[in-house]
C-alpha cells in the first residue's frame, strides 16, 4: 500500500485530509514532536471510534520520518514557517517524491484577510521547489478546502485546483483528491500559476465574512 504523509500533520488541515486517505492508503501523520504526532492520532481514534482503516492505517512519526519515507507528502503548515520546516527537512527528503503543499500565505489586515507574498513575488510553492532537490515534483492544492468540513465528514462538493509543471504529477495528485468523497480535481497549470491558487484562500475567508457563509469553497459550472 503506498505510503502518504503530512509534514504538520497534527493541524486541522492535515488531519481532516488524512481521515479520508486512509481510506485507500497507510498515513504518516507528521510532527516536529513524536509526542504530538501520537497524541493527534490518539484524538483521532477516539473521536472516531469504529473505523477500522484509521486504527490500520494511521500512523505518528516525526516530520523528518515522513519526508524520508513517504512517496507522497503534504505539507499543512502555517506559512510563517513553510519555508524554514522544508528547510530544516531538505537533507532527509528520499528524492523522487511529490510533494502537495496546501499552504497559503494569508494575513489578516484589519477586517479584511489579504495573501502576503515575499519581496521575490513568488508563491509559497515556487520558493519550495528552488529549496528541495529537483527530483521531487510539487503541487499546489487544498488552499481553498474548509478543515473541518473534511475533518466532520459533512458533505462536501468542492473543486481542488491544483498547479504543478507535470501532467504525470498532476494525475497523481488528482486521483488522491478523487478519492475523497465530493471533490473534484481541476488542472490550473503550472506551477508559475501556483500563486493563484494559494490566494483562494484570501478570497473565500473574505468571501465568508462579507457574506456571512459559514464555509464557502469553490465550485466551476461549466455552459
Ligand atoms: N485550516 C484550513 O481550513 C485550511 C484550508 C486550506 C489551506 N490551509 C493552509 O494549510 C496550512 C495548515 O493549516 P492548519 O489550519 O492545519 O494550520 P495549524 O493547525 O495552525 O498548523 C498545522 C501544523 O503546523 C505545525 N506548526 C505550527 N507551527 C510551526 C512551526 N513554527 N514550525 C513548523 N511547524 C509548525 C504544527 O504541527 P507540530 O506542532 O505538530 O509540528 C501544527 O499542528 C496553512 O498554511 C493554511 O493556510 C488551511
Do not use: W
Not at 107 to 114: A, I, N, P, Q, S
Request: aromatic share 6%; net charge neutral; hydrophobic share 40%.
Amino acid at each position: 500500500m503506498e505510503k502518504i504523509g503530512f509534514v504538520g500533520g497534527t493541524g486541522d488541515l492535515g488531519r481532516a485530509i488524512a481521515i479520508h486517505l486512509a481510506k485507500h492508503y497507510e498515513i504518516l501523520v507528521g510532527s516536529r514532536s513524536i509526542e504530538k504526532a501520537e497524541e493527534t492520532v490518539s484524538t483521532i481514534l477516539r473521536e472516531k471510534p469504529g473505523k477500522d482503516y484509521l486504527q490500520e492505517n494511521l500512523r505518528s512519526a516525526e516530520n523528518r520520518n515522513v519526508v524520508e519515507s513517504c512517496k507522497i507528502i503534504f505539507l499543512t503548515v502555517p506559512h510563517e514557517n513553510a519555508i524554514e520546516t522544508i528547510r530544516s527537512l531538505v537533507s532527509n527528503f528520499l528524492g523522487g517524491q511529490i510533494l502537495i503543499s496546501a499552504v497559503a500565505p494569508v494575513v489578516k489586515v484589519g477586517k479584511e484577510f489579504h495573501s502576503k507574498f515575499d519581496s521575490s513575488g513568488k508563491s509559497v510553492s515556487q520558493q519550495i521547489a528552488e529549496l528541495i532537490p529537483k527530483s521531487i515534483k510539487v503541487a499546489t492544492a487544498f488552499q481553498s478546502v474548509p478543515a473541518h468540513i473534511l475533518y466532520e465528514e459533512r458533505p462536501i462538493s468542492a473543486d481542488v485546483l491544483v498547479a504543478c509543471d507535470e501532467l504525470e504529477t498532476y494525475r497523481i495528485v488528482s486521483e488522491l483528491i478523487s478519492k475523497i468523497e465530493g471533490l473534484r480535481p481541476l488542472y490550473l497549470g503550472t506551477l508559475d500559476l501556483s500563486g493563484e491558487i494559494e490566494r483562494l484562500t484570501a478570497l473565500v475567508l473574505n468571501i465568508a465574512i462579507k457574506n456571512k457563509l459559514k464555509s464557502p469553497t469553490p465550485k466551476f459550472n461549466s455552459f
